[in-house]
Every structure is written in structure tokens, then in C-alpha cells.
């Protein structure tokens, strides 16, 4: 067995363990494999593992990847990193799921690209969890009206809500907040149910959150050094 295979193991393993422990289907847990600094020769490796979905922060890493492996049966990319309006068009292209929506001028992009496309986009509303506005993401007092915003886009299912933990406190603390907003987003978009939150280093305790979208790097591919 290589490496690869025995971490993405290992991860598929954990995640079945603490979602028995927060009795949860482990099934209703989508495990995003985050491959940003790593070749497309990786994605192929964990595809015939049978993974199918993918991650990337960066629109000039994501696009040529996507395209060398668009190949590959039922891969899907989510976009989790923060988006230039001018890049908006090129992740399109590529991209089925984006993470991180984040401020009104992307909204505005995605509107007029989306308007567009044929394809369909499934999005989540990106928060900032701390306390410095300058952070960037929607805070939980702005969610709502930003939700219905976004709820207005052509071509868009609003998923959900995202976050990322803060690494120098327990991340339960912000789990805590990210399933508290998702709540309150239930009373205007009754179907946006879904939780983007958890990486390497703190899924398990995201699940214990509710969490159903893992986005996972280095604990399965390794260290980035590409
Ligand atoms: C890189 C990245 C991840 C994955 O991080 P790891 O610590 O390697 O698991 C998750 N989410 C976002 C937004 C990222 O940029």
C-alpha cells in the first residue's frame, strides 16, 4: 500500500469513527480532498481509490489541473479559497461547488457571470468568525440579509454556510458558532442545510458540529512542497 493510500485510509477511517461517536451517518459527510500544491498526478492516484471530489484555493493552480483530469468519471472541484472578481470566469469553467463566498462584490461578479454560463454552481456563504471585520467573510449579524442576496443568483443553489476554525483556541468554539448561523440560515433558506468546516487538523471535532463537507489537504496528501 503506498503512503496515499494508507493516510486517505486512515482519514476515511476517522471520519466513520467520529461520526459513529456524534451518531451521525457517516454517509451524509462529503470528504473534499484538497489538492493545491500537489500535481494532478495525485488527483488520479486518490480518483482510482475512488474519490471524486477535489479542492483548490487558487484559480491559476485549479484551472490546468481540472483540465488534466477532466478525464476522470464523476470528479467534481470545489473552490475554497478566496476569489478574485476577475477570476470568477475561469473558475467557472471548472468549478461545481465554491466554498467561500465572502463579500458583496463577489456576489455582484457571480451574478453577471453566472447569468452567462449554462452551468450550475452550488455555493456556500463564507463567515468570519472573529472579531476583526478587516478579516474578510460575512458576519453572523449579516448573514441573513447577505443569504438572501445570494439566494437571488441565476444558476445557484445556496448550500450553506463555511467557516474556518481559529488555531489558537479550541475550534469548538467556532464550530459552535459556524452550526448556530447555520440554524438561523434554515429560516430563510430552508435548504441550504449543508456545512462546509473541518480541515486536517480539526475534522473530527467539526463533525461533532454537524459539519458535512470536509475539506481535507495535508492529513491525506501529505506535505505541500510543489
Ligand atoms: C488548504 C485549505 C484547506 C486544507 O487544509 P489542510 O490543513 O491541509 O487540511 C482547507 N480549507 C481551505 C480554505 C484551505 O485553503
Known amino acids: 500500500m503506498s503512503d496515499l493510500q494508507n493516510r486517505y485510509q486512515q482519514v476515511c477511517e476517522q471520519i466513520k469513527v467520529a461520526a459513529a461517536h456524534a451518531g451521525r451517518q457517516w454517509q451524509e459527510i462529503e470528504l473534499v480532498v484538497i489538492s493545491k500544491n ?19 484555493n487558487r484559480d491559476q493552480e485549479a484551472r490546468p489541473k481540472a483540465e488534466a483530469t477532466n478525464d476522470l468519471e464523476g ?3 470545489h473552490f475554497v ?8 470566469k475561469s473558475a467557472l469553467t471548472y ?3 465554491l466554498h467561500s463566498i465572502d463579500r458583496d462584490s463577489l456576489l455582484k461578479a457571480l451574478r453577471r457571470e453566472l447569468a452567462e454560463g449554462q452551468q450550475k454552481l452550488g455555493g456556500f456563504i463564507q463567515l468570519n468568525l472573529t472579531e476583526d471585520p478587516g478579516r474578510g467573510g460575512i458576519s453572523p449579524t449579516d448573514l441573513l440579509a447577505f443569504a438572501e442576496d445570494a439566494m437571488s443568483l441565476p444558476n445557484f443553489e445556496l448550500l450553506g454556510v463555511m467557516g474556518v476554525a481559529a488555531l489558537d483556541r479550541d475550534p469548538r468554539i467556532d464550530f459552535d458558532t459556524i452550526a448556530t448561523a447555520s440554524q438561523a440560515l434554515l429560516k430563510v433558506a430552508p435548504e441550504a442545510k449543508f456545512i462546509s468546516a473541518g480541515m486536517s487538523h480539526d475534522y473530527r471535532e467539526a463533525i461533532e ?18
Not at 38 to 56: I, K, S, T, W
Not at 81 to 88: E, F, R, Y
Not at 209 to 226: E, S, V
Open 75 to 77: 470528479i467534481r472541484w
Open 209 to 226: 458540529f454537524g459539519a458535512t463537507h470536509l475539506r481535507i489537504g495535508t492529513a491525506i496528501t501529505g506535505n505541500r512542497n510543489l
Open 95 to 97: 468549478s461545481n461547488f
Open 38 to 56: 500537489h500535481p494532478a498526478d495525485l488527483v488520479r492516484e486518490l480518483h482510482a481509490l475512488g474519490q471524486r471530489n477535489f479542492g483548490e
Open 81 to 88: 479559497g478566496q476569489l478574485q472578481s476577475n477570476k470568477v
